[in-house]
């Protein structure tokens, strides 16, 4: 199958086959056709396997062919492309452009962080697709810059971290300014119950795509995990890096003062490094991401929710300088490498403290971790482990603030699956994660959505 048999128009194919693309990738070739059969749509799919362009692209092709049913003379909202982070918002639009650029379908994308004088401008100046954060959307909304009352196309990305950044409020007040009949689709790297049980309220009768297993990771990706004393961490992330000659290698901190401190101690080991974080205006996110990209810095050095939506072609490495608290994150981060048919390789630093978190990991993904001991850096086998100090990052102490994270530089705590508040300007032992299970009997809180097509 080709991106030709796929009911695309040819404005649109223009532009695919100008980046080279022929062949749709699997999640492709199963949400494209599903979205432009008009039903409602829940797709898990890895990171890197194509996901974005896997809405995209009929998001386009369905409004480039809907009938424009507005009074106003100034376009209206159609689509609204809902994505938790920045980075992934930005990332996002660039992908509508890229394949939209020759049609006349206008896009914007609003977040926090920056000016909202030129996003409202540029919503004023009408638009068929707005990319957008919940935070910066509800405060625009807020201010009456936009409305939502032709929206034919609803996309939440990334629906389980918006759940885990505490969005969820959020986007029910977004949900209550859209028209009931719209199509709705939800895509994530993974899909957990709780998920599918907001999507059984969400979503009517939806088509269901799983192309990997859940919480499965790519078998293009070489995992490895290096025992260590806590103590020898940066000396052997940086012997690894100089050692092996890496020149671009993504490493993951649990806290942005853990990052803050990683990016002086390479530097102090002449080795390039940058961070990546809530506390980051956006300019320096923005600059630290360009210049990892362009080769100017060998490490980016980034939190969990900032690393959301980085999307480099063919990233070797990836180094979990921290494991996870939540082990489907350990999903996440390694899926920035072994993209779209490229090999990677994912390093895990795992001290006496962490081997709790990495039997998590290990019982997620339903494997065990080759072990590699580094000459050098053996583990003290009489360590003892001590509590991991928790310096939260960006979840809300109540649900006014949650909104924000995605909207200003500062993060104040994250909220977690297990449904803990971690103190923002405080430590804390790290707790036992807990589950429990949503209770899909409830009456619904929210009100049912069912595309017009059907």
């Not at 199963?30 to 194509?50: C, E, R, V, Y």
């Not at 671009?248 to 990016?263: C, I, S, Y």
């Amino acid at each position: 199958m080709q991106f030709k048999d796929l009911g695309l128009s040819e404005l649109i194919l223009k532009a695919i086959n100008e980046h080279g693309y022929t062949t749709p990738t699997p999640i492709q070739a199963q949400s494209i056709p599903a979205i432009l059969n008009g039903g409602d749509l829940l797709a898990a799919a890895q990171t890197g396997t194509g996901k974005t362009a896997g809405f995209t692209l009929p998001v386009l092709q369905r409004l480039l062919t809907s009938p424009v049913n507005q009074t106003s003379r100034r376009r209206q909202v159609r689509g609204l492309i809902l994505t938790p982070t920045r980075e992934l918002a930005a990332q996002v639009h660039a992908s509508v452009q890229t394949y939209g650029k020759y049609t006349q379908l206008k896009s914007a994308v609003i977040f926090g962080g920056v000016g909202a004088n030129p996003q409202i401008k540029s919503i004023q100046a009408g638009l068929d697709i707005l990319v957008a954060t919940p935070g910066r959307l509800l405060d625009l909304m807020g201010q009456g810059a936009i409305s939502l009352q032709h929206v034919e196309i609803l996309i939440l990305d990334e629906a389980d971290r918006m759940l885990d950044m505490g969005f969820l409020r959020d986007i029910k007040k977004i949900l209550a300014a859209l028209p009931k009949q719209r199509q709705n689709l939800l895509f994530s790297a993974t899909f957990s119950t709780e998920i599918k049980a907001l999507a059984n309220d969400l979503l009517n009768s939806p088509s269901l795509i799983e192309v990997a297993r859940s919480n499965s990771t790519n078998d293009a990706i070489t995992q490895l995990m290096h025992p260590v004393d806590r103590g020898n961490k940066h000396p052997l992330l940086a012997h690894l890096i100089k050692s092996n000659d890496w020149k671009q290698v993504l490493v993951f901190t649990r806290t942005k003062h853990g990052a803050n401190k990683l990016v002086l101690q390479l530097e102090n080991n002449g080795i390039s490094a940058m961070a990546i974080h809530g506390n980051k205006s956006q300019t320096a996110r923005t600059k630290a991401l360009a210049d990892f990209k362009a080769g100017k810095i060998i490490t980016l050095v980034a939190t969990d929710i900032a690393a959301r939506g980085i999307d480099i072609d063919q990233l070797p490495h990836v180094v979990n300088y921290d494991l996870p608290n939540v082990p489907e994150d350990y999903v996440h981060r390694i899926g920035r490498t072994g993209r779209a048919g490229s090999n990677g390789v994912a390093v895990s630093l795992v001290c006496v403290d962490e081997h709790d978190m990495l039997k998590d990991i290990e019982r997620l993904i339903k494997q065990s971790l080759p072990r590699e001991v580094v000459p050098g850096f053996e583990p003290d086998p009489n360590a003892v482990a001590q509590p991991i100090q928790l310096r939260s990052q960006q979840a809300p102490q109540r649900h006014g603030q949650a909104r924000h994270n995605a909207a200003s530089p500062r993060g104040t705590n994250q909220t977690k699956r297990s449904g803990q508040v971690k103190p923002s300007d405080s430590t804390i032992t790290a707790p036992k994660k807990t589950h429990r299970k949503m209770n899909t009997q409830k009456p619904s809180q929210f009100a049912r959505r069912s595309s017009s097509s059907k």
